[in-house]
Antibody
C-alpha cells in the first residue's frame, strides 16, 4: 500500500523559513516523479513544484520560484520542500503527491504564515 | 498561467447524471491528452478518479467517465449517489512542462 506522510508544517512569521518532509513507502520511491501541491484555506489546488527521477530535474510555479526548493533523498525514501521568505499567501495545507498523474496523496501538513 | 476554468457548482438528484466541464487552451487541455480528475471530500486529501482523459485507475467506479473535445475536458458522473457529493478538480499538463489545476467544482446531490 502506498503511503505518503507529510510533516514539518507550523506557524511561521512572514520572512521566515520552514522545511517540509514527505516520507514515502509502498512503492519504488527512486523511480517516481514527486510533487508538492498546496491548498489555501477554502481555496482550490495549486501545483507548486515537482522533481523528476534520474537527473532530478525540478520545476516550480511562478508563485514560489526563487523562494522554495524541492529535493529528494532516495536512500531515505523522502521528499523535501525548503520554504524561504515566507509570505502570508503561502498559508495552506501542503500535500506531497506521487507521479505525473498525482496518483497518490499524503494527508497534508498545515503551514500558517502570520505575525 | 491562469487556472483551468470549471463551473463553481453542479448539482443533481440521486440516480441522475451530471457533467463537469474543464476549459483550458491550446497550450494545455487542447494540446495534450494528459487531463486528470480528482475528487476531494471535506478535510480529506484529493483522490485520482480519471487520468489521461478517459482512464479510470483500479478501484474507481465505472460511474465516472472522462472525455475531451478541443480545449474542453469533461467528467461525467452517472447514477449519482450521495457519496459523490464532493469537490472535483481537473488538471492538465501544459506547454511549459508543468501541470495546472482547475478552480474546482462543488458537486451537490439534491
Amino acid at each position: 500500500e502506498v503511503q505518503l506522510v507529510e510533516s514539518g508544517g507550523d506557524l511561521e512569521q512572514p520572512g521566515g523559513s520552514l522545511r517540509l518532509s514527505c516520507a514515502a513507502s509502498g512503492f519504488t520511491f527512486s523511480s517516481s516523479e514527486m510533487n508538492w501541491v498546496r491548498q489555501a484555506p477554502g481555496k482550490g489546488l495549486e501545483w507548486i513544484s515537482y522533481i523528476k527521477t534520474g537527473d532530478g530535474t525540478t520545476h516550480y510555479a511562478d508563485s514560489v520560484k526563487g523562494r522554495f526548493t524541492i529535493s529528494r533523498d532516495n536512500a531515505k525514501n523522502s521528499l523535501y520542500l525548503q520554504m524561504n521568505s515566507l509570505r502570508a499567501e503561502d498559508t495552506a495545507v501542503y500535500y506531497c503527491a506521487r507521479g505525473g498523474w498525482f496518483a497518490d496523496w499524503g494527508q497534508g501538513t498545515l503551514v500558517t504564515v502570520s505575525s | 498561467q491562469s487556472a483551468l476554468t470549471q463551473p463553481a457548482s453542479v448539482s443533481g438528484s440521486p440516480g441522475q447524471s451530471i457533467t463537469i466541464s474543464c476549459t483550458g487552451t491550446s497550450s494545455d487541455v487542447g494540446r495534450y491528452n494528459y487531463v486528470s480528475w480528482y475528487q476531494q471530500h471535506p478535510g480529506k486529501a484529493p483522490k485520482l478518479m480519471i487520468c489521461d482523459v478517459t482512464n479510470r485507475p483500479s478501484g474507481v467506479s465505472n460511474r465516472f467517465s472522462g472525455s475531451k473535445s478541443g480545449n474542453t475536458a469533461s467528467l461525467t458522473i452517472s447514477g449519482l449517489r450521495t457519496e459523490d457529493e464532493a469537490d472535483y478538480y481537473c488538471s492538465s499538463y501544459t506547454i511549459s512542462n508543468t501541470p495546472i489545476f482547475g478552480g474546482g467544482t462543488k458537486v451537490t446531490v439534491l
